[in-house]
């Protein structure tokens, strides 16, 4: 099995880490904004078609978090 022979930097982890981080962020910004653009219908790559035109008020939206 293989084996490290020398332990990592903290500064090198951290560098590993943050860029790790760093592609979850962005991944997770695209996936938000194509999300907010197909439910706002002003997405240009995804068709979708809409059966229900229907908007959800905020009492609608507390109630439903009860």
């Known amino acids: ?3 490290p022979k020398k332990r990592t930097s903290a500064s090198k982890t951290r560098i ?9 962020y962005w991944a ?3 996936a938000f904004s194509l999300g907010k ?3 706002t219908g002003t997405s240009k790559s995804f ?5 229900n035109k229907r908007t959800i008020s905020k009492s609608q939206i507390s ?4």
């Open 1 to 3: 099995m293989a084996v």
């Open 37 to 39: 653009s197909l439910a």
């Open 47 to 51: 068709f979708v078609r809409q059966t």
């Open 16 to 24: 590993r880490k943050n860029g790790w981080k760093r592609k979850g």
């Open 28 to 30: 997770a910004l695209k």
């Open 63 to 66: 109630n439903k978090n009860k």
